[in-house]
Each structure stands twice: as C-alpha cells, then as structure tokens.
C-alpha cells in the first residue's frame, strides 16, 4: 500500500480535553519518550490520569546486553522516565521484543488492559508502514506497526461482551468508553498539543533511557534527547499557530 504524507499546509486542531482518564499502549520501553512524553506531562499536570502498558521490556534494544541482562534494565528505566512525567502505573505485557505478531493474541491482551484501566483516551504509537519528514520518512518497524494497528483494533474489542468472552470470566467487564484513538508519530497528523509547558520535562524523561541511548549514539545524551524532541516540536509549529507541538492522528470512535 503506498501511502501519502497529509498535508502540510493544513492546521492541526487541538486535541480534546475533556476527558479524565488515557492509556497509552506502545511497543517498546522508550517509543512513548520518543513520541509524546511532553503532552504527557500537560496532562499529568492538568490532573489527568495517564497509564502506560508496555508489550514489551525491550529486552533486543541494546547489542550489547543479552536480553536476560536488557529487560530488567529497561523496566527500571522506563518506571523512572514515567514517574518523570507524572505516569505512576506502568504494566509490562511480556510479547517478545522484535518479534510482535499482530493477531488475536495482542488484540486480547490489549483489550484487557482497557477493560482494567477504562480509558476514554487511548495513545498507541505509528501503525503506519512510515515515519514522516521530521525523522527522515524511514520505514517503520514490524512491533510498532502490530502493536499500534492491534490497539486501533482492541479499543473496539474492549466494548464487545463477545470478543474473548474469558475476559468477563476473569472479572474484565466489557469497556466501551474509549471515545478516541490517539496515535504519536503518524505520518497522518491531524491535531496537537501545545509542547511547551511539558518539553522539557519530556528531555529529562527520555533521557532516563540512558543505557539505551549510550548504546545508540555517540553523541552526548542529553544533546541527543534535547536535540531529537526540540527539533521535532518545532517542526510541527507552522501547522499549529507557532507553538512547538506534539502531533497525533486522532480517530473518533
């Protein structure tokens, strides 16, 4: 399937406030410091509460450490980027990193995590087969196209009594009051939120991956982290009245 950049000319509309309670569902230890850490913290601060699932302790993300070694070391850098942010309550979901398969096992296990955390929000990250212009238009990888297509389809999953009827059977009632799908990084953005109170709150919390980053770059960490999340916030300023911003595609439900 080829797909087309949106426009970008177009305004981004701000994203609805209205709501109390979000889960942001994503692949990898990181993928949400990457993506939208700065709303996060708008939210958090607001009084909103934020969950975050993990599918998994991306125990394949560093070379160098064997993933018995890796996964314990990126759950603790995780919890510690999430509490940075003002998200208490991170949950591991234990798929294996790098070898995600979308289909009805992750449907399910997504689905539940709904049904526990009854949000009206849900924050998945790009499901698209590309990143957009601000990180070079590279291809995406196999996990966060599974995982962010699985949470587009588990929101709905969630509300349907019929849908992994064992669910009801271990006390997970049908949730059917998810009322968007938001999704970081899409090459489709469609609304945004104003980056700047949680920015640099977002540099601090992706650099609490520090093994992660240390492995990936020789560039200072924190040159890195405040480089990478500054420069995609500007980036996305001309679509939102000048103001650095966090950028998703958002669908209604």
């Not at 924050?123 to 599974?146: E, F, M, Q, S, Y």
């Not at 049908?174 to 540099?203: I, N």
């Not at 500054?230 to 001309?238: L, R």
Request: aromatic share 8%; proline share 6%.
């Amino acid at each position: 399937m080829t797909e087309h950049m949106s426009d970008p000319n177009d305004q981004l509309h701000p994203m609805p406030d209205d709501w109390q309670r979000a889960l942001a569902v994503v692949a990898h230890p990181d993928d949400l410091e990457y993506g939208c850490a700065a709303a996060v913290a708008g939210w958090t601060d607001a009084g909103r509460e934020v969950v975050y699932t993990l599918v998994t302790r991306g125990e394949a993300g560093i070379d160098t450490l064997p993933p018995a070694e890796c996964a314990p070391l990126r759950e603790a850098e995780q919890r510690a980027s999430a509490a940075v942010v003002g998200v208490s309550t991170v949950e591991f979901l234990d798929h294996q990193d790098g070898t995600i398969e979308y289909g009805t096992a992750l449907r399910r296990d997504i689905a539940a995590a709904i049904r526990r955390h009854r949000p009206e929000l849900v924050i998945t990250l790009n499901h698209r087969d590309t990143w957009g212009p601000a990180v070079g238009g590279h291809w995406n990888t196999p996990d966060h196209v599974a995982v962010g297509r699985a949470t587009l389809d588990a929101a709905g999953d969630a509300g349907n009594r019929w849908i992994f009827p064992d669910l009801v059977e271990q006390g997970l009632d049908p949730w059917d009051g998810v009322r968007w799908v938001a999704v970081a990084g899409s090459t489709f953005p469609t609304h945004a939120v104003d980056a700047t109170p949680g920015l640099e709150r977002s540099v601090l919390s992706l650099l609490e991956h520090r093994a992660y980053i240390e492995a990936l770059t020789d560039q200072n960490p924190e040159e890195y982290c405040r480089t990478f999340l500054t420069g995609n916030a500007e980036a996305a300023s001309a679509r939102f009245g000048g103001r650095p911003a966090v950028t998703f595609e958002l669908f209604s439900r």
